[in-house]
């Protein structure tokens, strides 16, 4: 059984691009999240999506973006790239309310 | 202040040793507690999740909820090399729409052969 996948696993992009990452949620699993984890850092919570809508939000500007399909795979796009944008992007999903997230590897983003 | 404290280390213990991980919080409305284990450029593991003060034990593991004290802790008996990792502790409160998980900065272990 597939766990949460994530891609690209690495990218490089320079200042002002915008960049898309993807996810897609373990088999049977409803509820997307997004964390940023800069170095040494826990992660931060970006946003939740659950049935295509983004349900909750944490303090990240509207330059990070999302998106969850049908199948409830989703998206992550930061537009306007900074440098501090630099990080390890984690996905996780869960099969449900109260039950933990499972997360994926990560992908690192780097911007120069 | 931080919501969710955590000793960042690092900890080295020799193998077989007790390893004690804590972390402290502030805020009263984090219901849900969690630890995970992050290896090297890979994603958080979830290893322990309860809901409830008091221990729940998994194996080597003891997950320890003391909520009157905003406080939890892990325990790891007989502590292996393969348990050398970056431990997070994650909490988040309770309800539909409000599941964002607050992590503490990490524990780094290491286990000496």
């Known amino acids: 059984d597939a766990g949460v996948t994530q891609s690209p696993t690495h990218l490089i992009k320079t200042r002002g691009q915008q960049v898309t990452l993807r996810c897609s949620p373990k088999?049977?699993?409803?509820?997307v999240s997004w964390y940023q984890q800069a170095l040494g850092q826990g992660p931060q919570f970006i946003f939740q999506?659950?049935?295509?809508?983004?349900?909750q939000r944490g303090n990240f500007p509207d330059r990070f973006s999302g998106h969850q399909f049908p199948n409830y795979s989703s998206e992550l796009n930061v537009n306007a790239l900074l440098l501090g944008d630099s990080a390890l992007y984690l996905c996780a999903s869960r099969p449900g309310v109260g039950y933990g997230y499972t997360f994926g590897s990560g992908t690192r983003l780097t911007v120069v | 202040q931080k919501e969710v404290e955590q000793d960042p280390g690092p900890l080295s213990v020799p193998e077989g040793a007790i390893v004690s991980l804590n972390c402290t919080y502030s805020?009263?409305?984090?219901?849900?507690f969690m630890w995970y284990r992050q290896y090297s450029r890979k994603g958080p593991e979830l290893l322990m999740y309860t809901y409830s003060s008091g221990n729940k034990e998994d194996g080597r593991f003891t997950a320890q909820v003391d909520k009157s004290s905003k406080y939890i802790s892990l325990f790891i008996r007989d502590s292996q090399p393969s348990d050398s990792a970056t431990y997070l502790c994650a909490m988040s409160p309770f309800g539909f729409g409000n599941e964002k998980l607050t992590f503490g900065t990490g524990t780094r272990l290491t286990i000496i052969p």
């Open positions: 805020n009263s409305a984090f219901q849900y």
């Open positions: 088999s049977g699993h409803d509820t």
């Open positions: 999506y659950y049935e295509e809508e983004e349900r």
